[in-house]
């Protein structure tokens, strides 16, 4: 009997359309037979491998567990964006938001 089946409903949902089980088992370094364990529940799904799916495809782990019904997907521009925004001092942080709504009120 498999009870845990309920706990990652979407682990094979977040890889489908972004890679095969081969391809992200490559990244990953494990078997594609090992993915499929996971995405079938025949295995339970180790915290590593739910944080590293939800890295390489770019999602939150919360989105992976159910926590969180919205795909929070951003786009490699939006990373590198909030990478730089997160990079700032607050007091740059509040003038960069000033010139980002006067962008938004000049558009």
Same mark, same amino acid.
């Given at each position: 009997?498999?009870?845990?089946?309920?706990?990652?409903?979407?682990?094979?949902?977040?890889?489908?359309?972004?890679?095969?089980?081969?391809?992200?088992? %490559? !990244?990953?370094?494990? @078997?594609?037979?090992?993915?499929?364990? &996971? /995405?079938?529940?025949?295995?339970?799904?180790?915290?590593?491998?739910?944080?590293?799916?939800?890295?390489?495809?770019?999602?939150?782990?919360?989105?992976?567990?159910?926590?969180?019904?919205?795909?929070?997907?951003?786009?490699?521009? %939006? !990373?590198?964006?909030? @990478?730089?925004?997160?990079?700032?001092? &607050? /007091?740059?942080?509040?003038?960069?938001?000033?010139?980002?709504?006067?962008?938004?009120?000049?558009?």
């Amino acid at each position: 009997m498999h009870n845990h089946l309920y706990l990652y409903p979407n682990i094979a949902n977040v890889r489908k359309g972004k890679f095969t089980q081969a391809q992200l088992a %490559e !990244q990953l370094g494990i @078997s594609q037979q090992e993915v499929s364990r &996971y /995405e079938t529940g025949e295995v339970k799904a180790p915290i590593n491998y739910i944080i590293d799916l939800a890295s390489i495809c770019k999602v939150s782990v919360d989105h992976i567990l159910g926590h969180n019904t919205e795909a929070s997907v951003l786009s490699d521009t %939006e !990373q590198h964006v909030l @990478s730089l925004y997160n990079a700032l001092t &607050y /007091e740059n942080k509040i003038k960069a938001e000033e010139r980002l709504l006067t962008l938004l009120e000049t558009q």
